[in-house]
């Protein structure tokens, strides 16, 4: 959130692969924990002079199958898994 309309152009994927490495850092990338923790430690990134902010949008259906697996996937967790 806090990019202007449309700012992507006509390649939306090269747009926010490139957004992504120059706000968070290609080594932050280059992690999936580390970049799920960049993302929520980091509130102030900016881009072109926008703050930018990332937050996590998952559909309803996805919210609902994952609220299914919830105790299984803490068990897992907890069992290093």
């Known amino acids: ?3 202007p309309e449309d700012v992507e152009g006509p390649l939306p994927s090269l747009f926010y692969s490139q957004l992504l490495v120059e706000v968070l850092g290609s080594q ?3 992690s999936l924990p ?3 923790r960049a ?3 980091l509130s102030d990134l900016i881009y072109n002079g ?3 902010r990332f937050y996590e949008d998952y559909s309803p259906d996805v919210v609902k199958s994952r609220a299914e697996f919830k105790a299984v996937m803490t068990e ?3 069992r290093g898994y």
């Open 50 to 52: 926008h703050r930018v």
């Open 28 to 30: 932050v990338l280059s």
């Open 1 to 3: 959130m806090g990019l």
């Open 76 to 78: 897992l967790y907890k």
């Open 34 to 36: 580390e970049l799920d």
């Open 39 to 41: 993302h929520r430690s």
